[in-house]
């Protein structure tokens, strides 16, 4: 079975290639780490040049929102460039923690979905707390755009956003108790825009809840989806695999 973890954070990870090597020995064959900022998307880029089947995302996160000017914008860009670079993000709109001013998070937003634009690639979404506003503002800015949205979390939208083309991709905490409306959604998502991911360190899937998320853990959100979604675990997984390396265009093995 293999699978592909389509948002994780390597660099967050204290032994970064023994998860990456314990990931592909799971099944994981790809994974895709994500920049939040400048240092983090640099790293990124690092890591998917050395590491095999590790591809890259540059962008700034929501709650570094106020940083964003125009030599960030530049340097995004110049990184956008490499290869194993494959999208644009993570970036959105987090009206939880507000670690951001709400109007520095809409222009940085809008910023770069111009940039993703200009260099042809996807876009990874955050969003918390704020699903209809950045419903509207992707309506509004982003509607040419190939539009990932990460640990999904807007289940009254989910129609909406199968309208639109988006990819829904779910990460751990859609095996947690209290996460029956995410289950309903992820009944619900398109068979050609479902993923899945980890969001490693973060959101660690039922059993392994308490513990530092890994990428390999991946199965078991797509265990988790698949079942809901009333189809064996291959057939989900080679769905979901189908889907990651569409939108972020990755070869079959690497």
């Not at 790809?30 to 900022?37: A, H, N, R």
Request: proline residues 5%.
């Amino acid at each position: 079975m293999t699978l592909v973890d389509s948002h994780c954070h390597l660099e967050m990870i204290d032994d970064t290639a023994g998860a990456v090597a314990g990931a592909r020995a799971a099944g994981v064959e790809q994974l895709i780490t994500i920049g939040i900022d400048r240092p983090s998307s640099r790293r990124a880029a690092e890591l998917a040049e050395s590491l095999p089947g590790v591809y890259a995302t540059v962008g700034l996160h929501p709650h570094e929102a106020h940083l964003l000017d125009d030599e960030l914008l530049t340097e995004f860009e110049a990184l956008a460039a490499r290869p194993r670079v494959v999208a644009v993000g993570e970036v959105g709109l987090d009206f939880y923690r507000d670690l951001s001013p709400r109007d520095a998070q809409r222009r940085a937003f809008s910023a770069q979905i111009d940039l993703a634009r200009r260099v042809d690639l996807p876009l990874v979404v955050h969003v918390r707390e704020a699903g209809d506003e950045a419903m509207a503002q992707l309506a509004a800015e982003a509607s040419d755009l190939t539009v990932v949205m990460h640990c999904y979390s807007l289940p009254q939208y989910v129609d909406e956003c199968n309208e639109r083309g988006y990819y829904a991709s779910f990460a751990g905490n859609v095996t947690y108790k209290n996460a029956a409306e995410l289950r309903e959604a992820a009944k619900k998502v398109r068979d050609d825009r479902i993923m899945v991911e980890t969001d490693a360190p973060f959101l660690t899937p039922v059993p392994n809840r308490g513990n530092s998320n890994v990428p390999a853990w991946v199965a078991h959100t797509a265990a988790l989806v698949a079942e809901v979604r009333g189809v064996p675990v291959e057939e989900f997984a080679e769905l979901t695999t189908a889907n990651a390396r569409r939108v972020f265009g990755l070869a079959e093995a690497s």
